[in-house]
């Protein structure tokens, strides 16, 4: 995982869901490089942009995507 990746996060934590991010939200990696195994993303909403979260998560947590598959788009 590197700086800029886009991410899905495939596993739920307490700590992900108190903060507005479940899984299937992408994010986008925002550090260089893991603290204590985990990675700072920013989650946005599809189709807005607009921030959800901007918080660290486990590597274990995050698949990484060279683009948005179009199957994990969200209905409008």
Do not use: C
């Amino acid at each position: 995982m590197k700086y800029l990746d886009l991410v899905e996060l495939i596993n739920d934590r307490p700590t992900y869901t108190k903060q507005g991010v479940k899984v299937g939200d992408f994010g986008a990696v925002m550090s260089e490089k893991a603290i204590e195994g985990k990675w700072q993303v920013i989650f946005s909403e599809f189709y807005t942009g607009k921030d959800i979260a901007d918080i660290m998560v486990r590597e274990e947590d995050l698949k990484v995507y060279d683009k948005i598959p179009p199957e994990k788009y969200p209905k409008h």
